[in-house]
């Protein structure tokens, strides 16, 4: 069974950057839809972007202006790239490889994965 790993979590300031991967242990189709969610202490779940193996993506509204995904095919990876990090950002973000394509599904409050990762911490402090 394939699994996601993430890295590049950790501390920072507010206006920091931080950019964090997620690759797989195992095989996961190159055909899959992977991404990023977060989760902050106390509220649900977010849908942060995804992205397809054909470079296709969405990022959520309130992130596309600093957050950028990008894919590297050969490697199976992801990354997010998170600039002028704001203490809202402050937040555990999960890997995520689902067959389904990037669109509204990924954003659904049901979406379910078929790989997730354990997820990175990002502290983003004032």
């Known amino acids: 069974q394939a699994q996601l790993a993430e890295s590049g979590g950790g501390l920072v300031q507010v206006g920091d950057s931080l950019r964090l991967s997620c690759a797989p242990s195992?095989?996961?189709?190159?055909?899959?839809?992977m991404g990023w969610f977060r989760q902050a202490p106390g509220k649900e779940r977010e849908f942060v972007a995804a992205?397809?193996?054909?470079?296709?993506?969405s990022v959520q509204d309130s992130v596309k202006d600093r957050f950028t995904i990008s894919r590297d095919n050969a490697k199976s990876t992801i990354y997010l790239q998170m600039n002028s990090l704001k203490s809202d950002d402050t937040a555990t973000y999960y890997c995520?490889?689902?067959?389904?394509?990037?669109?509204?599904?990924?954003?659904?409050?049901?979406?379910?994965?078929?790989?997730w990762g354990e997820g990175t911490l990002v502290t983003v402090s004032s």
């Open positions: 195992g095989h996961i189709a190159s055909s899959y839809t």
């Open positions: 992205i397809n193996w054909r470079g296709q993506s």
């Open positions: 995520a490889a689902s067959p389904a394509a990037v669109g509204v599904y990924w954003r659904h409050r049901n979406f379910k994965a078929d790989y």
